[in-house]
């Protein structure tokens, strides 16, 4: 009996054939095949601009260059999501401010946002987790307050909210393509889009060492670009992205979990992350019956020993440390056969 895993990354010979084509050429940096994956992307999401580069995390470290936001600043992240979320602010000389989760959603809470904006708050990084959307309020009270809203999208390629793609909600959104994601490139990367257009040229620099097109450096940035093998890998999976979306959508309506999603949204199903009393029990019994599962989130980012000075450190997020340590993620994956559906549903039955 093969073991179900959590993720299996997609491959095929166009993907192989993209890759050679793209080493072949010569030109494996700044050439072709980003840029036209950087208006692919754009345009299949509904954003103004999108530019490939290396990693979620660097998309994430660039849109806070983008927004100016440095020593000084604050801005709202989730007390539940990667930490990359968190690191990004700090990376950039500002402080993080760690907000609740929903009860239901576990998306960053608007009360809670709106309760801890301050004179400082420059910024709110929304994560649409596990591929489920942030609530349409978080808009609100972002445009209430004048503050960017800047869209975590690493899990949540084909997700929507009221009908408009992630990627096309807030001032910015992240995205990552690591091979676990709902699209990947071959290894490691990312991208970032904006629907605003007086980002939309500033991001194009900020991936290269804050260039012009005179080569001068006008603003800090890095190199934070994508290779070109990548890029043709992104495009020819991009291809194929909204089948596996509907495909992971198929299969989270297949297995039998209470998981809930938002009315005005459609869940990408990064993750089907289900809420066990007893979550290493429950993964004790998926690793007998051969399926990978395990805990996402166990320590709210707050309590991280990198953020040990933090003024929140020791302070309680209610819904954060009740769920985070409790939420079990398992296989939804688009390559799942109705046979690992069945395996997946005897060990919730039991």
């Known amino acids: 009996m093969n073991r179900i895993p959590l993720a299996r990354p997609f491959w095929d010979d166009e993907c192989e054939s993209a890759a050679v084509a793209a080493l072949s050429s010569g030109r494996w ?82 009360d809670d946002v709106e309760a801890k904006i301050t004179e400082k708050t420059k910024a709110v990084i929304g994560v649409h987790i596990f591929g489920q959307t942030f609530s349409p309020r978080l808009i609100d009270v972002c445009k209430k307050h004048g503050i960017a809203l800047v869209e975590d999208a690493a899990q ?46 500033k991001m194009a620099r900020i991936v290269d060492h804050g260039r012009n097109e005179n080569l001068e450096s006008v603003e800090l940035g890095t190199n934070l670009r994508m290779s070109e093998v990548s890029a043709a890998i992104g495009r020819i999976q991009l291809k194929h992205l909204q089948e596996w979306i509907e495909k992971r959508r198929k299969n989270s309506q297949s297995i039998n979990h209470q998981t809930k999603t938002r009315a005005e949204s459609e869940h990408a199903w990064h993750q089907l992350c289900v809420l066990s009393d007893k979550p290493d029990e429950l993964i004790s019994k998926f690793n007998q019956a051969g399926i ?59």
């Not at 990004?88 to 960053?108: K, N, Q, R």
């Open 156 to 201: 949540a390629h084909g997700a929507t909210l009221n009908g408009i793609k992630a990627g096309a909600i807030g001032d910015i959104a992240c995205f990552s393509f690591f091979p676990s994601k709902n699209m990947a490139v071959g290894g490691e990367g990312g991208i970032i889009t904006t629907t605003r257009s007086d980002l939309a040229g």
């Open 292 to 350: 990978d599962a395990r805990v996402h989130y166990p320590l709210p980012c707050n309590k991280h020993q990198v953020y040990s000075d933090h003024f929140q450190h020791e302070s309680e997020l209610p819904v954060c440390d009740k769920v985070a340590k409790n939420l079990v993620a398992i296989p939804v994956h688009p390559s799942l056969t109705e046979d690992e559906i069945e395996r997946i549903n005897s060990v919730l039955s039991l």
């Open 29 to 110: 940096v700044k050439g072709p095949q980003a840029k036209e994956f950087g208006k692919e992307f754009a345009s299949w999401c509904g954003a103004l601009s999108a530019i490939p580069c290396q990693s979620g995390s660097a998309a994430l470290w660039a849109a806070m260059r983008l927004l100016d936001i440095g020593p000084g600043d604050e801005v709202i992240v989730p007390g539940m999501t990667f930490i990359a979320t968190a690191t990004s602010v700090s990376l950039a000389g500002a402080t993080p401010v760690f907000a609740d989760i929903e009860e239901d959603y576990w998306c960053i809470c608007p």
